[in-house]
């Protein structure tokens, strides 16, 4: 998951994927340009967060959220 700090929305998905148990990487891109670049590259998006399971881009938190409240989340994480 790339995210910044300070983002309401990365502090928000930290929550819910720690509340979950789900273990994450959290890779900051504070004021790095090149893993700013990387999540560009990777996503196609310039917002944080930006969140994968596995090889499978899932997108921001929103996307999270809904996957979570639609009882997708936890079964994506099984496969």
Not at 50 to 79: F, K
């Amino acid at each position: 998951m790339y995210t910044t700090r300070f983002c309401p929305y990365c502090i928000a998905a930290r929550r819910l994927l720690e509340q979950l148990g789900i273990d994450f990487e959290d890779v900051a891109v504070d004021g790095n340009t090149e893993l700013r670049g990387e999540l560009i590259r990777a996503s196609g998006q310039r917002t944080v967060p930006q969140i994968w399971v596995g090889e499978q881009h899932i997108g921001g938190y929103s996307e999270l959220a809904a996957l979570h409240q639609q009882g997708n989340l936890l079964p994506l994480l099984d496969a």
